[in-house]
């Protein structure tokens, strides 16, 4: 008899990893233990048969979640203890692997849960915040690692009787599920008045899908942020929104209940269904059809529309009800700043600008925008990478030897971390120029440090403007983490990101990004570069 000790690393905690390997143990008679560790790994510790063992490995990689990554999986033996008499799923530990995993992103309901939800017959029925193993939100509700419930906004909730029965049923979809809950235990929505004064509702959210049908407007709280919500074929509607939002021109992001319905109103090809209906659920931008029945004002003088269907309970339920085509759902922020997630600063904030307020009592802990894609030339390209992305890193064709933290410039900004080839690139931040924005940015890259395990960086780069509030964040940051700081000319830094997600080391590229700090002090516009990932040669420019 053998011990095995093997260390999973990829995407493995929160993705139903433990209760497979459970299953998978128990098939090929195995005892031992799995456990989520410190670093967002799995350690699984199994004594058996050799020949059994190498078979039970292989599973791993061939039989694993349909969300997990299974980046690599190390493997020490030794002569068996006989310590175990059973395999169980155990205690998380705090410390790590040593190895880089990471945390999944946000999942969109899955099939499963949607059925239970409209099944009458189900203990759930019509519970928006229904969830199990295979969906739910991750990201935006972990505080800390390794994932469980007493670490994410959930832990608030105890589990009741009925839910904490299939959390410890091997058998159950629900077996370490660990946001799960029910409408006895768990979060609940309440609709408020245009003053934040809750309403007394016997269903909040097919009173929701009455007062959106009525032309109201109303601030919606989802999964990642709270989202401005109004239906799309009244004109008088969408200008409403336009005008207290200062918005005049930017496209609204919609949501629609179905592929079907949004036929009604847009083309969708192949690669753009497969994307709608992927469980990232981003935003797609879709090309108007000519008998396209929304408001022009939605997306006003393109011919093009941003849909995207519903990917949580909340959203499933107020599209079930409602009967326009599409509601608008634009992320609640106002003047630049970051999105709104909580319930008192929504009110606040939005008092005068929207006519009610359906909001839920559980914390979003990671705010995070919804994704917009694009199909160019046949292939997606990213608007905003953010919700059902983040924090999954982009590969490089690279490695680096330090680690690396990237702030911003000034506008539209995110951050990303870079560890060995993992490029981790946060959500969406939005415009440092804003105090707000950069502290949020700030506590983003806590954040997401705190979930890739890491202490410092040995770098920090940002923008070569002296005088971009990013770059004197920069500067404080290094200066506490004891970390080297590297200025970055703005257009390179634009070519630089292209090369890293396409793998190429040069290229001869148009950076078309208006204004930039140039290396010679002046300011530059769109520039023809040729370039590496280290240098570059100007050629040409506006
Ligand atoms: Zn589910
Ligand atoms: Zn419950």
Redesign the pocket.
């Known amino acids: 008899m053998v011990r095995a000790e093997i260390a999973a690393t990829g995407v493995v905690q929160g993705v139903g990893f433990r209760p497979f390997v459970y299953r998978l143990a128990k098939r090929h008679g195995l005892v031992g233990f799995v456990r989520n560790m410190g670093d967002a790994g799995v350690q699984i510790v199994v004594e058996g048969e050799k020949k059994k063992i190498t078979k039970f490995i292989a599973a791993i990689r061939a039989e694993k979640p349909p969300l997990a990554r299974v980046d690599d999986v190390k493997i020490k033996w030794s002569r068996a203890t006989g310590e175990f008499t059973m395999f169980s799923v155990v205690k998380s530990e705090k410390a790590g692997l040593g190895l880089t995993s990471v945390v999944p992103p946000d999942i969109a309901l899955c099939d499963d849960c949607k059925r239970e939800m409209f099944d009458p017959a189900d203990r759930r029925h019509l519970y928006p915040f229904i969830t199990c193993v295979n969906c739910g939100p991750r990201y935006t509700i972990i505080e800390e690692l390794p994932y469980d419930r007493p670490r994410t906004s959930m832990k608030v909730f105890p589990?009741?009787?009925?839910?904490?029965r299939e959390y410890r049923d091997p058998a159950d979809r629900r077996y370490h599920a660990e946001p799960?809950?029910?409408?006895?235990?768990?979060p609940k929505l309440e609709l408020y008045d245009k003053d934040g004064e809750r309403m007394d509702v016997a269903d909040p959210t097919s009173e929701t899908a009455k007062l959106l049908d009525d032309g109201n407007v109303i601030a919606i709280k989802g999964i990642g942020g709270i989202h401005v919500a109004a239906k799309t074929t009244d004109d008088n509607v969408v200008a409403r929104i336009r005008k207290a939002f200062n918005r005049p021109q930017q496209p609204f992001a919609t949501m629609s209940k179905d592929l079907k319905t949004i036929k009604k109103f847009a083309k969708i090809n192949t690669l753009e269904e497969k994307l709608l209906t992927s469980y990232k659920r981003p935003i797609v931008a879709l090309q108007k059809s000519s008998n396209c029945m929304l408001s022009e004002l939605v997306s006003p003088g393109i011919d093009s529309v941003g849909v995207m269907l519903p990917y949580s309970g909340i959203h499933h339920l107020i599209l079930h009800y409602g009967k326009d085509p599409a509601y608008i759902m634009t992320s609640a922020n106002v003047s630049g700043l970051p999105m709104l997630i909580e319930n008192d600063e929504a009110i606040r904030n939005l008092k005068g600008k929207v006519d009610y307020f359906l909001l839920h009592d559980r914390k979003i802990v990671n705010r995070c925008d919804d994704s917009v894609v694009k199909i160019v030339d046949g292939a997606p390209a990213f608007f905003r990478r953010s919700r059902g992305h983040v924090p999954d890193p982009v590969k490089l064709a690279f490695k680096s030897r330090e680690k690396i933290l990237a702030l911003g410039a000034e506008l539209n900004d995110t951050i990303s971390i870079l560890i060995d080839n993992n490029c981790f690139v946060s959500q969406h931040i939005g415009d440092a120029t804003k105090v707000e924005t950069l502290e949020y940015m700030h506590e983003t890259a806590g954040r997401l440090m705190n979930l890739l395990g890491l202490k410092k960086v040995d770098v920090i780069a940002h923008d070569m403007h002296p005088l971009y509030a990013t770059t004197t964040l920069a500067t404080k940051m290094a200066r506490r983490m004891k970390a080297r700081t590297v200025a970055v000319q703005h257009h390179h830094a634009h070519l630089a990101a292209l090369m890293a997600e396409r793998g190429l080391d040069e290229l001869v590229g148009i950076a078309g990004d208006g204004v930039g700090y140039g290396s010679d002090g002046t300011v530059w516009g769109g520039e023809v570069m040729v370039a590496d990932l280290k240098s570059f040669e100007r050629v040409g420019g506006l």
Do not use: P
Not at 180 to 186: E, K, M, N, V, Y
């Open positions: 589990l009741c009787a009925d839910c904490t799960t809950c029910c409408s006895i235990c768990g």
